[in-house]
């Protein structure tokens, strides 16, 4: 291969497309960089004041659903895997990458449902923000993760419809679905340092 | 003999002083080897106080130490990748395919 003399071309010159990477999916990978870390953060202060903590969780507080919370992260994770399914579809056959991206969204929807549930259980029972330090990280951290996944099903509820429309390009299905990976890969985490 | 009994005097001073300061230089370095632990009591935090914290702490700076190198490092990667396969597709005199390598059927 001799690049020299058969040079590459980062951008199409007949289509003025980016060939490597599109400028979606660049942005929303710097995007989740920074998300990354924030979590980071959070995570890493939640970890050291459970670690200073004589009692953990605190005698006082509610427990937190784990079981109930382990059904929910598995709704997440088939939602996950049904949007690369739709995915795939959609390279080959755009109108069927339809049903699995609506699943997805249904499923993405009934994980941000079930938390608001857990929320209000979580209130009525005593665990509130300024409850105890466990309260303050749990509604932060999950809170927070929440957001994202709200935003999230906004944008794949957008994309749905530019595929309804016919309007949809790869990039922008990869650059919304990127997101939503990122939200359901940092669930996990959440899950086993805050929940566990 | 009076000016050679005070440059006398002078030097014994002098010597006095130097054995002073070599005995506080030597106290000062016993000081700073001792007093790490004096240094560890920090007054916002409970760092120290046991091993678990230790722990946290120390996997928590690592982890959040390596986390940007980690995630950057991935995406510098995932571009390389994307500009090797280009080459070669470039270098077989291939039209390189768009994104995602395909064109949908409407």
Redo the contacts between chains.
């Keep these: 291969m001799d690049s020299h003399s058969n040079p590459i071309h980062l951008i199409s010159e007949e289509r003025g497309e980016p060939r490597v990477m599109s400028n979606g999916v660049l942005g929303m990978s710097l995007f989740i960089l920074t998300e990354i870390m924030l979590f980071s953060g959070m995570i890493s202060a939640f970890s050291i004041v459970r670690a200073s903590s004589a009692i953990w969780p605190p005698p006082d507080q509610p427990r937190l659903p784990v079981e109930e919370t382990a059904l929910n992260t598995a709704a997440l994770f088939l939602s996950g895997l049904l949007l690369y399914w739709a995915q795939q579809r959609f390279k080959t056959d755009r109108a069927s990458a339809r049903t699995p991206l609506v699943a997805s969204i249904a499923l993405g929807t009934f994980f941000i449902l079930f938390q608001g549930w857990e929320w209000a259980s979580m209130l009525a029972q005593g665990l509130t923000i300024t409850s105890s330090t466990l309260g303050a990280f749990f509604y932060l951290i999950v809170g927070t993760h929440a957001i994202h996944a709200i935003v999230a099903i906004g944008l794949l509820i957008s994309t749905w419809r530019r595929l309804e429309r016919g309007w949809l390009q790869p990039s922008q299905l990869a650059t919304t679905a990127l997101f939503w990976y990122f939200v359901v890969g940092a669930w996990p985490v959440v899950y086993w340092r805050v929940y566990l | 003999m009076t000016r050679a009994m005070t440059t006398k005097k002078m030097t014994r001073v002098q010597q006095l002083t130097r054995r002073v300061m070599s005995l506080a230089s030597v106290l000062v370095a016993g000081t700073v080897v001792h007093s790490p632990r004096v240094a560890d009591a920090c007054s916002v935090?409970?760092a120290g106080?046991d091993e678990?914290?230790q722990?946290?702490?120390l996997?928590?700076t690592i982890?959040?130490s390596l986390?940007?190198l980690v995630?950057?490092g991935t995406?510098v990667f995932?571009?390389w990748r994307?500009?090797q396969k280009?080459?070669?597709e470039?270098?077989a005199g291939r039209e390189?395919g768009?994104?995602?390598?395909?064109t949908?059927?409407?």
């Design positions: 935090c409970t106080r678990e914290n722990l946290a702490f996997l928590s982890g959040m986390m940007p995630a950057i995406l995932v571009l994307r500009i280009l080459e070669v470039t270098a390189p768009r994104l995602n390598e395909h949908p059927r409407a």
